[in-house]
């Protein structure tokens, strides 16, 4: 004879209150681990957000600074370093006789800890200047100048280095417009006025006269090289009227006739000078140099 032995009323309600704690337990425990998951991803894609905003920062500070490199004396650089910034350079003196610059920019922050580095390189937009006072070179010259075929070649050419003064014939003896430029393009023919000064020793200038003829007027100084170029190569006149002077050189792509009543002086170092013109420098990045780590 078997005795069934059956659980009194309270010990199935104890049991099923452990069972029910056992569940909340678990319940409580997975919703801590899904909590802290969610808290560590949530921390994660803060600090993502800091470091791209951080990284976006320092890339825009980056390219100013190099901005600020394609003009800046490399004898003043330290006022450009910073604990955040350092700068090295190498200066190179090309077969042209040219100098280019190699900069090395690194940018770097503590907090988040993060560094860029890259590379730069600076030159001159006036490859070459003649050796000569004056000039008649039909062999490509845009391309000896500035390393551009004459067809591509066009007032853009000079835009991302200086506002260049597009002028025309009638516009192209304003005074004031001529005097604030280190570039002037000229579509037409061009005149500096009468007792005018374009330019000097320190400061000179680059003319460039496209399909015109070119005149010095009366006692006019003009400090830089002009350039007289040609579509057709055809034969074009420059004039230096009584008592104007040339310093520096004049250069065509064609046949020249040249009236002098003036005085045109060879100047090696009013082009040199025109070369290193922090506006005529250009500067670009040098490929595959980019490199950021932690």
Known sequence: MHTRFNPLPQEKGAVALATMGILLSIVSLSLWVVSQRLTNELQMVRRGLVYNQAYAQLHARHASIAMQLRTADINTLQSLESEQLDIAYQTFINSNNTRSVLFTVTLSLVSPSLHIKQDFF?????????????????????????????????????????????????????????????????????????????????????????????????????????????????????????????????????????????????????????????????????????????
């Open 122 to 294: 600076r030159f001159s937009s006036l490859f070459w200047f003649p050796l000569q006072a004056v000039t008649s070179d039909q062999s490509n010259l845009t391309q000896k100048l500035f390393n551009r075929d004459f067809e591509p070649l066009s007032a853009s050419h000079f835009q991302h280095i200086l506002e260049a003064q597009k002028l025309g014939s009638q516009e192209a003896s304003n005074r004031q417009a001529m005097s604030k430029e280190s570039v002037i393009w000229v579509e037409g023919n061009w005149e500096l006025p009468d007792d005018t000064q374009l330019g000097s020793l320190d400061a000179p200038v680059l003319v460039i006269v496209k399909n015109g003829n070119i005149a010095l007027g009366n006692r006019a100084s003009f400090y830089g090289l002009l350039v007289q170029l040609d579509a057709e190569s055809n034969r074009r006149n420059a004039t230096l009227e009584h008592g104007a002077k040339l310093f520096g050189a004049l250069v065509t792509n064609g046949q020249l006739t040249l009236n002098n009543y003036g005085n045109i002086m060879y100047e090696k170092n009013v082009l040199s000078a025109l070369q290193q013109r922090a506006e005529l420098q250009n500067i670009y990045p040098v490929p595959h140099s980019w490199n950021d780590f932690d």
